[in-house]
C-alpha cells in the first residue's frame, strides 16, 4: 500500500507518499480501504519528534479515518465489508489502508459525504468523554472554551448548544469569532484584545465558568482557576501554552473547583475509561445529533494525501477554522 512515511523528524517536507508495509489485520479488528483522514494537532507533534505513538500502534501519522470495510477478522460480528465507516485511531490513518479494533468504529450517516466524516471521530469522542462522560455538562450550565475555532472547539460549541448550555468562546480574530457565534456560542472573547476572566465574570447571571474546555495547559492555569464558578470543572485537553504550571491550591479549595486533565490516544481499547466505552457512548447518545444534522462537520479544506505537507502548514496557520481534511480516495 501507500502511506505517509518520515524517513526522520522535523518540518512537513520530511513526510512523503510513498510504499509502506500493509498494515496486519488481528482478531477483533476491520481492515479499511481509507477515503479520507483528517490532520490534528497530534500529528504536528508526532511530527517533529514530540508525541511518539503508543506502545504498538502504527508510526503512521492519522488518529482517525474514514472509508469502506474491506475485510472482517475472526470475533467481527457486528459489521461486514461495504459498511461506511469512519473510526478512532492510535495511529496509521495517513495511507490507503488501516486496521482497527472493531469497537473503535461509528457508522457514517447517509446524508453525511465520506470525507467531511473523516473530520469527526477525534473531536466527537474528545469533547464527548471530557465535557459529558466526565464533567457531566448539563442544560443551564456555563461553558468557556478556549480556541472556539479550532475542530475541538467548533465541535464543542454544537454539541453544548444542543445539550441546553450557554456557550463562550476565545479565539484570535473577529473573522473566527463569528463562526462560533454563527454556531451558537453566545459570549465571544477576542483573547488578543480582552482578558477572559473579567468577560466570563461579567456575563449576567454568571458566577463564572461551570465548565472550562482548555487546550493551552499551563499558560493558562492559573487564569482558568480564576474565571471558574464554585463547584467548577477545568478540562485540559491540550499543552499549546507548555506542559509546567504553578497551581494556587488554597484558591481551587475555595471554590471547590476541580482540575481534570486527559488525552485521548493513549487510553485502553477495552477496559476502564477505554476507547470502546467511549466510542460506544459516543454512538448512542451524540450520533444521532451527527445523524440528524444538529452537529456537523466543520471543514475548512480538502486536500490530496500527496499535500500532506501542506495541510499541515495550514493548521499550523492562524486562519483555519475547524479541520482540514486529506482526501485518500
Request: proline share 5%; charged share 20%.
Amino acid at each position: 500500500m501507500y502511506a505517509i512515511t518520515m524517513k526522520n523528524f522535523g518540518d512537513p517536507d520530511v513526510m512523503s507518499w510513498s510504499v509502506a508495509p500493509d498494515p496486519q489485520l488481528g482478531q477483533g479488528q476491520v481492515r479499511i480501504d481509507v477515503v479520507a483522514t483528517a490532520v490534528n494537532r497530534a500529528d504536528l507533534m508526532q511530527r517533529q519528534g514530540f508525541y511518539p505513538p503508543p506502545p504498538g500502534a502504527s508510526e503512521i501519522l492519522g488518529l482517525e479515518c474514514s472509508g469502506y470495510i474491506a475485510e472482517v477478522g475472526a470475533g467481527v460480528v457486528d459489521w461486514k465489508p461495504g459498511d461506511r465507516v469512519c473510526a478512532l485511531l492510535a495511529g496509521g490513518g495517513y495511507a490507503e489502508e488501516v486496521v482497527v479494533p472493531a469497537t473503535q468504529l461509528l457508522p457514517v450517516p447517509e446524508r453525511l459525504d465520506l470525507h467531511a466524516a473523516a473530520a469527526l471521530p477525534e473531536v466527537a469522542c474528545t469533547v464527548w468523554s471530557n465535557l459529558v462522560m466526565t464533567a457531566g455538562m448539563h442544560s443551564g450550565q456555563l461553558l468557556l472554551v478556549h480556541g472556539g475555532a479550532s475542530g475541538i472547539g467548533t465541535h464543542a460549541i454544537q454539541v453544548a448548544v444542543a445539550r441546553g448550555v450557554t456557550v463562550a468562546v476565545t479565539a484570535g480574530s473577529q473573522h473566527k469569532l463569528a463562526m462560533c457565534k454563527e454556531l451558537g456560542a453566545t459570549t465571544l472573547i477576542d483573547y488578543k484584545n480582552e482578558d477572559f476572566v473579567d468577560v466570563v465574570r461579567s456575563i449576567d447571571g454568571s458566577a463564572g465558568a461551570d465548565i472550562i474546555l482548555d487546550n493551552m495547559g499551563a499558560k493558562y492555569l492559573g487564569r482558568n482557576i480564576d474565571a471558574l464558578a464554585p463547584d467548577g470543572q477545568l478540562i485540559v485537553i491540550g499543552m499549546q501554552g507548555g506542559t509546567t504550571g504553578d497551581l494556587e491550591i488554597g484558591k481551587l479549595m475555595s471554590k471547590r473547583g476541580t482540575v481534570h486533565a486527559a488525552g485521548l490516544r493513549g487510553r485502553p481499547e477495552t477496559g476502564r475509561s477505554s476507547k470502546a466505552d467511549i466510542v460506544a457512548a459516543v454512538t448512542k447518545d451524540l450520533w444521532p445529533l451527527v445523524t440528524d444534522g444538529t452537529v456537523q462537520p466543520i471543514v475548512a479544506a480538502e486536500l490530496p494525501i500527496a499535500e500532506a505537507a501542506e495541510a499541515h502548514r495550514m493548521l499550523d496557520s492562524p486562519d483555519v477554522i475547524g479541520k482540514v481534511v486529506l482526501r485518500v480516495r
